[in-house]
DNA sequence: CCGCATCCATTTTGATACTG
DNA sequence: CAGTATCAAAATGGATGCGG
């Protein structure tokens, strides 16, 4: 993968587990335009991350799931996931401390009366 | 992090083990502007992962060191780095495959003589 | 040496309209 | 429903010049 792209492991993360529609994906993920999901999907289906079953109906439908390389993504994107909610407080508090120490100056010289 | 950006998982692997200064860190990654290094230095100081120590001298040094939020970072960043490695041969015969039956007919319907 | 500010080229994204 | 095409908007990244 030479470009992971913003929401390829948002797309991973809604497959697991799971067969997935397009406009079910799409709705799952909620923010994402159609162009994009389909432009990600593409991607994941290039590099072997997913398959995509095409089932000629009217109206048309295609099936999206994680292929055993994909399964393999997903641990990563999981760990990922793990490894942000575990620290998300500890991050917050560290980028609260740095923009409020951005307003001070480097050295106080004298206390405030 | 909201923003991972495209740098920062590079600047966290080049800061393995070692304490590094800002122009050790853009000669060892090599292809980093000053600003980008700069901002993405900044954003994992913000958030905790890189620690900044600054030598009051004459020219000015800056140290940039791994928190141990940082080395767990960095744990994530090889685990990445290690899968990409494993498939990176698996990768690459998938895009072929996608890429050569893009220019194909969905259905053959005579064997070329 | 370190890093900020500005300008500019490239990339990425979304909105919209249209097709099978 | 599942795309494709086109255009405009926004984010990103690099080059350059300046400053402590």
Same mark, same amino acid.
């Given at each position: ?27 799952? $993920? ?6 994009? &999901? #389909?432009?990600?999907?593409? %991607? *994941? ?6 398959? /995509?079953?095409?089932?000629?109906? $009217? ?6 799931? &994680? #292929?055993?390389?994909?399964? %393999? *993504? ?6 990922? /996931? ?32």
């Amino acid at each position: 993968m030479v470009k992971p792209g913003k929401w390829t492991l948002v797309v991973v993360m809604q497959l697991r587990s799971e067969t997935r529609r397009f406009s079910e994906l799409r709705r799952g $993920i909620g923010d994402i335009s159609q162009k994009t &999901l #389909t432009i990600t999907l593409r %991607e *994941l289906e290039r590099d072997g991350f997913v398959s /995509r079953t095409i089932f000629p109906t $009217i109206p048309p439908r295609v099936d999206y799931e &994680l #292929t055993a390389l994909g399964q %393999e *993504l997903l641990q990563l994107a999981d760990g990922w /996931r793990q490894f942000a909610a575990r620290n998300r407080v500890a991050v917050e508090a560290a980028r609260h401390r740095f923009d409020l120490a951005a307003g001070e100056p480097a050295i106080r010289l004298v206390s405030s009366s």
